[in-house]
């Protein structure tokens, strides 16, 4: 009798780094709320951030109805992982639930947020300071990834945030240290995104970075390089970076 494949497999560094770079990398997801009214499950779309400590950042307006869901019952669960050509279900996504909470409109945590999210999202500048619209930023709890068919993982919360002391840091100075990493090379965006991006085509640019990794952006594209580990200090970070350069330069 053949033995049945577990269908949850073991979590490995491979899984956590995958879980990590879906999330960190979503330009957009699907956001599921219960609504007040019926308490079915209400799915739409929205765009996606990430604070500095990796946690999920949406913008979303008020007068939605998925917005007045959140403002009922705080509880969510963001889908993302984009299919490529052939079966989308061959293609990894991670579902991950938690906790939306608003962001206090003027605080300084807002500020980081807002200036992270309209450099990889610029369109949403259009209505980013509309009075109904607000940054909700999503307490993770312990997450789902499915790799395609086979590859099913739990990931726990922890092993999506970012933990590193540079992350304060960063909050303050992310764009001096952007200019720092841009001026290793000035076609270090497009050699990073033709290396691990399918998407082949120049005029790249970095759009944000933390602790683990950097946002590489080009039109409606994003690629996000994810580190092995988070960075512990920006001389560290750097470093990591160079010696990534110099690794597709000699190859």
């Given amino acids: ?33 219960l609504d007040p009214q019926t308490g079915f499950p209400l799915a739409t779309r ?20 998925h917005t007045k869901a959140l403002m009922a019952d705080p509880r969510c669960s963001l889908l993302v992982g984009e299919p490529r050509k ?4 061959a293609w990894p996504r991670l579902t991950a639930p938690g906790i939306a909470s608003p962001v206090e409109k003027g605080a300084p945590e807002e500020d980081v ?6 450099r990889r999202h610029p369109k949403a500048k259009l209505y980013a300071s509309f ?34 002391p540079l992350t304060a840091d960063l909050a303050i100075n992310e764009l001096h240290y952007l200019a720092q990493v841009a001026a290793i090379d000035p076609q270090l965006a497009n ?4 290396k691990y991006c399918a998407v082949k085509s120049y005029n790249w640019e970095l759009s944000g970075m933390d ?7 080009h039109r409606e594209h994003l690629v996000r390089i994810e580190l092995e580990k988070a960075a512990q200090d920006i001389k560290g970070l750097i470093a990591e970076y160079k010696n990534m350069l110099m690794e597709i330069r000699e190859n």
């Fill in 113 to 118: 947020i807002r200036r992270r999210f309209l």
């Fill in 211 to 217: 602790a683990s990794g950097l946002d590489l952006a």
């Fill in 131 to 164: 009075e109904d619209f607000q940054f909700y930023k999503i307490e993770l709890e312990n997450a789902f990834l499915n790799g395609g068919f086979g590859k099913s993982y739990k990931i726990l919360r922890e092993d999506l945030l970012i933990r590193s």
């Fill in 46 to 65: 929205t765009l996606v951030g990430t604070d500095i400590d990796g946690s999920p950042v949406i913008l979303i307006s008020r007068l939605a109805a």
């Fill in 191 to 194: 050699l990073f995104a033709n």
């Fill in 86 to 89: 052939g079966d989308p279900l």
């Fill in 1 to 33: 009798m053949q033995e049945e494949t577990p269908l949850i497999r073991p979590t490995d560094h491979e899984a956590r780094k995958l879980a990590r770079t879906l999330l960190r990398g979503a330009r957009y997801g699907a956001l599921a709320v």
